[in-house]
């Protein structure tokens, strides 16, 4: 089976749920569940990229109880985040390769401005090998 050659900007997800670094922990959760995503990705006041958020990374961080992750922000939680950034011109094989070597579950896809424009994580890769 061939694997056919697409950009990661054909496979990523867009447009991108997003939560600045100064919202609780709780905003986060609750934008994640009624948004059925697994990942937001954090911005700061002017709207940068900072990193990615995932579901699994907050209930590792916070009992998971309306006192404790309002109490909390996204940001203290910054530095557990490994952000990795593609272009939407990389290869999907980059994404999975990086994606594998640093057990990551979602990277940020950004412009060549450093705008970003997506998100691309495993289900979007399964969704991509299955249409090959």
Same mark, same amino acid.
């Given at each position: 089976?061939?694997?056919?050659?697409?950009?990661?900007?054909?496979? #990523?997800?867009?447009?991108?749920?997003?939560?600045?670094?100064?919202?609780?922990?709780?905003?986060?959760?609750?934008?994640?569940?009624?948004?059925?995503?697994?990942?937001?990705?954090?911005?700061?006041?002017?709207?940068?990229?900072?990193?990615?958020?995932?579901?699994? #990374?907050?209930? =590792?961080?916070?009992?998971?109880?309306?006192?404790?992750?309002?109490?909390?922000?996204?940001?203290?939680?910054?530095?557990?985040?490994?952000?990795?950034?593609?272009?939407?011109?990389?290869?999907?094989?980059?994404?999975?390769?990086?994606?594998?070597?640093?057990?990551?579950?979602?990277? =940020?896809?950004?412009?060549?401005?450093?705008?970003?424009?997506?998100?691309?994580?495993?289900?979007?890769?399964?969704?991509?090998?299955?249409?090959?």
């Amino acid at each position: 089976m061939a694997i056919p050659e697409v950009t990661l900007g054909e496979v #990523m997800s867009a447009p991108v749920l997003t939560i600045e670094v100064g919202e609780s922990l709780w905003d986060a959760w609750q934008m994640l569940l009624v948004s059925g995503l697994r990942h937001i990705a954090v911005i700061d006041a002017d709207g940068a990229f900072v990193g990615i958020l995932s579901d699994r #990374m907050i209930l =590792a961080n916070a009992p998971l109880n309306t006192d404790s992750l309002s109490a909390r922000t996204v940001g203290e939680l910054l530095s557990t985040i490994l952000s990795v950034r593609l272009t939407p011109e990389a290869s999907p094989i980059e994404a999975a390769r990086l994606m594998s070597e640093r057990s990551l579950e979602a990277i =940020a896809v950004l412009d060549s401005r450093h705008k970003l424009v997506g998100v691309v994580t495993e289900t979007d890769l399964v969704r991509w090998l299955l249409a090959a």
